[in-house]
């Protein structure tokens, strides 16, 4: 049973760069899925921020692009997000999730990641 | 990227069946038969519930189904239940190699 799990700071300062892992159990991280991070605002809709895929390629979204790195550490078996230049609209919870085979699942249970000063 | 448009709310009482619709652009729905739909219940992390328009995960009720027609993909759930209360969202791969998720719809069993 694959199992993803994040984890990170519950608080960031702006303009700073929120750090967020995300680790995978029952699976390998080198195997032929991408890895993903979505995330959520307080009492707001689903956005995908973006994909690590085979080979180490990566896919984001195009309004988040260019402040986002998406990196996998194979010898932790996990996954990792940095979005730099936060400001209070990066407020949100974060969650990880196995992509590929077009669908996400499972997914973690989610982070509340909060930009304050 | 614009999120594809979903209805904010629908209802309908157990047992009956509902329909919940996701419009896109020929660049994303229209264009892909890579959309999904999650469930997800308050403070909980979304579900998968439907994949590739018409795909069923193992474990998902077959009271849920998907289709697609142009750019518009729907979510139809027959018998429901009060267990089926909870927000909806599509997603669907686009040409910008990303995808987009709708804006999410809530569901009411009254």
């Known amino acids: 049973q694959v199992q993803l799990q994040e984890s990170g700071p519950g608080q960031v300062k702006p303009p700073g760069t929120l750090s967020l892992t995300c680790a995978v159990s029952?699976?390998?991280?080198?195997?032929?899925?991408?890895w993903t991070w979505v995330r959520q605002p307080p009492g707001k809709g689903l956005e995908w921020i973006g994909e690590?895929?085979?080979?180490?390629?990566?896919n984001y979204n195009p309004s988040l692009k260019s402040r986002v790195t998406i990196s996998v550490d194979k010898s932790k078996n996990q996954f990792s997000l940095k979005l730099s230049s936060v400001t209070a609209a990066d407020t949100a919870v974060y969650y990880c999730?196995?992509?590929?085979?077009?669908?996400?699942?499972?997914w973690g249970q989610g982070t509340l990641v909060t930009v304050s000063s | 990227q614009s999120a594809l448009t979903q209805p904010a709310s629908v209802s309908g009482s157990p047992g009956q069946s509902i329909t919940i619709s996701c419009t896109g652009t020929?660049?994303?729905?229209?264009?892909?038969?890579?959309v999904s739909w999650y469930q997800q219940h308050p403070g909980k992390a979304p579900k998968l519930m439907i994949y590739?328009?018409?795909n069923r995960p193992s474990g998902v009720p077959d009271r849920f189904s998907g289709s697609k027609s142009g750019n518009t993909a729907s979510l139809a759930i027959s018998g429901l239940q009060a267990e089926d209360e909870a927000d909806y969202y599509c997603?669907?791969?686009?040409?910008?190699?990303?995808?987009?998720f709708g804006g999410g719809t809530k569901l009411t069993v009254l």
């Open positions: 590739e328009v018409t």
């Open positions: 029952g699976a390998s991280i080198s195997s032929n899925y991408c």
């Open positions: 999730a196995r992509g590929g085979l077009w669908r996400f699942d499972p």
């Open positions: 997603t669907s791969y686009t040409t910008s190699s990303s995808w987009v």
């Open positions: 020929s660049s994303d729905v229209g264009g892909y038969n890579h």
């Open positions: 690590i895929c085979p080979g180490g390629n990566t």
